[in-house]
């Protein structure tokens, strides 16, 4: 197999959700991109970012309540701490893994903005849970500054828009560092989610789903492959049920068909396959596979996953 360009997404297995388990997770993922390396690819890294974000929001916000000299943190500036957080952790750990299996790649993280809509429907009707439980009280002040909650069995949370994503402002930089034989790590979290406003770049509340993100760096950068990587070795039709069904490879139009039924759940599936075929199928010769991290190498070898063509 020859060189290949592939945007690989990695979720939430792949990074864990504390501090400790962050820094153990790395290691094992380093060992999945240092396979993919040996394998032939030249890679740009995205990732999922919710319990990081989630712990950053919450973390900020609890220090401006305790210091009224302080502001609250936005959403924005907490996908952009949680971008660096990550980044650090899993370079240095792909880094070491390269080293150690005498590869001298260089491996680096880009702070990546990306733009949405500021129509887009998503912000009339928040979707992603964020941050810490809060009082009755403490949710009518949110609520007071113009964000949305939802009511838990264990009390409130602030919820948060999931727009699209529109042009990915780095992408110069990511072709060049690629171009250059790095790898990049790059749109972790989906992007700081910004508004374009003349020449300026404001942070938007809202976070953006990492899946359609990974995507659209993909079509930007003319990838060849996306590979999701997620916690299942195949995507599956009737999902849990007696009639399930793995699926092997399918066409752009048979995905397209299964998401038209219904096939997949809106916040964990869906998004892989509805990135994918529209990655796929923006240009021939494309193919987008998802599969688990445990698989990726035969994954990106067409031995097994979900491969759409």
């Known amino acids: 197999m020859g060189k290949k360009k592939i945007v690989v997404a990695l979720g939430h297995r792949a990074l864990g959700a504390t501090l400790p388990e962050q820094k153990e997770a790395t290691r094992r993922t380093a060992k999945v991109i240092a396979d993919l390396v040996e394998a032939g690819a030249d890679i740009v890294i995205s990732h999922s970012n919710a319990p990081q974000v989630g712990m950053i929001h919450t973390a900020m916000n609890e220090f401006g309540k305790s210091h009224p000299n302080y502001t609250h943190a936005p959403m924005s500036v907490c996908s952009a701490m949680s971008q660096g957080y990550i980044g650090y952790d899993l370079q240095n750990s792909i880094r070491e893994e390269l080293l150690n299996r005498g590869i001298y790649k260089p491996v680096c993280t880009v702070l990546t903005q990306v733009t949405v809509d500021p129509y887009d429907d998503a912000f009339h009707k928040p979707v992603k849970v964020i941050g810490r439980y809060m009082t009755e009280a403490e949710a009518e002040e949110e609520e007071e500054k113009g964000n949305y909650v939802v009511k838990e069995e264990q009390g409130y949370r602030r919820i948060v828009a999931a727009p699209r994503p529109q042009e990915v402002i780095e992408i110069d930089s990511i072709k060049a560092l690629l171009a250059a034989g790095q790898i990049v790590i790059a749109a972790g979290g989906g992007g700081i989610p910004v508004l374009q406003q003349g020449t300026q770049l404001r942070g938007a509340s809202a976070v953006i789903e990492k899946d359609y993100a990974s995507g659209k760096m993909a079509e930007a ?48 599936m869906l998004p892989k396959v509805e990135a994918s075929a529209e990655f796929v199928g923006k240009k021939e010769g494309r193919r987008a596979v998802i599969t688990s991290i445990d698989k990726a190498r035969e994954g990106y070898l067409g031995k097994t996953g979900t491969i759409i063509r």
């Open 221 to 268: 950068l003319d990838a060849d492959e996306l590979l999701i990587l997620t916690s299942v070795e195949k995507v599956s039709l009737s999902f849990n049920t007696e009639q399930e069904e793995l699926l092997g490879e399918i066409s752009v139009a048979e995905a397209k068909e299964y998401m038209g039924q219904g096939q997949f759940e809106p916040n964990t």
